[in-house]
């Protein structure tokens, strides 16, 4: 199956400052989504981006399809971005989302 | 904006016991998924479903699990005989389509077996 490695694995910021986050997958892919897990358990969707650059408000994501990676990008960090950011994606011609193990952020004041 | 809604929020079953998992999905939406991730690990996907049959599935869902949409807008997840290894957080998702589209998640229901 598809294989999706994210880094870093942790990831330690003071509150207002900024990070990116990688993912790269293994093989061609029709959807690509960036999810925040806060301290609930709760996926937050955070973008459908499986190509091309979006933002919203203090977070972009970009994908690079065709060099099998994506980026999320998060500036002016609050504590309340602290969490765990999954990246999922899904192979052309398959309806399940594989997901990596995710970046583990702590935003400290 | 429409959500995919999960009952219950936590759920909580003897070894052995069938469990019932339930969703309502977004009302539009034609794709449903179930997921499961168990405690501290990743997302793991275990099956999909579209017009009434399952569209794909994981070496997760043996027979030990079952999906049905008993009415036009709940969606479910049976259990049978559970295990302790079981217990884990399940996320329903749904998607107007496959492919070029997002799907939605519920905020999850966590299955604690004892």
């Known amino acids: 199956g598809i294989q999706v490695e994210q880094s870093p694995p942790d990831l330690i910021l003071q509150e207002g400052a900024n990070s990116t986050l990688r993912c790269n997958f293994s093989?061609?892919?029709?959807?690509l989504q960036w999810f925040h897990q806060n301290p609930w358990g709760q996926l937050i969707n955070l973008f459908y981006?499986?190509?091309g650059t979006k933002q919203n408000g203090r977070l972009s994501a970009t994908t690079v399809a065709t060099e099998r990676y994506s980026l999320l990008y998060i500036s002016s960090s609050q504590t309340t971005d602290s969490g765990v950011y999954f990246c999922?994606?899904?192979?052309?011609?398959?309806?399940?989302?594989?997901f990596g193990k995710g970046t583990k952020l702590s935003v400290i004041p | 904006e429409p959500e995919v809604t999960q009952t219950p929020s936590h759920q909580v079953t003897q070894m052995g016991q069938e469990v019932i998992l339930r969703c309502v999905p977004i009302?539009?939406?034609?794709?449903f998924y179930w997921y499961r991730q168990i405690l501290g690990q990743k997302v793991e996907f275990l099956v999909s479903?579209?017009?009434?049959?399952?569209?794909?599935k994981s070496e997760i869902f043996d027979d030990q699990f079952s999906v049905e949409r008993p009415d036009g807008s709940n969606f479910t997840l049976k259990i049978r005989s559970t295990k302790l290894e079981d217990s884990a957080m399940y996320f329903c998702?749904?998607?107007?389509?496959?492919?070029?589209?997002?799907?939605?998640f519920g905020d999850g229901t966590r299955l604690s077996i004892l």
């Open positions: 093989d061609s892919v029709n959807n």
């Open positions: 981006i499986p190509s």
């Open positions: 479903f579209y017009n009434n049959e399952i569209s794909e």
């Open positions: 998702a749904s998607s107007y389509g496959t492919g070029y589209q997002p799907q939605h």
């Open positions: 009302s539009n939406h034609l794709y």
């Open positions: 999922a994606v899904a192979r052309a011609g398959s309806y399940q989302l594989t």
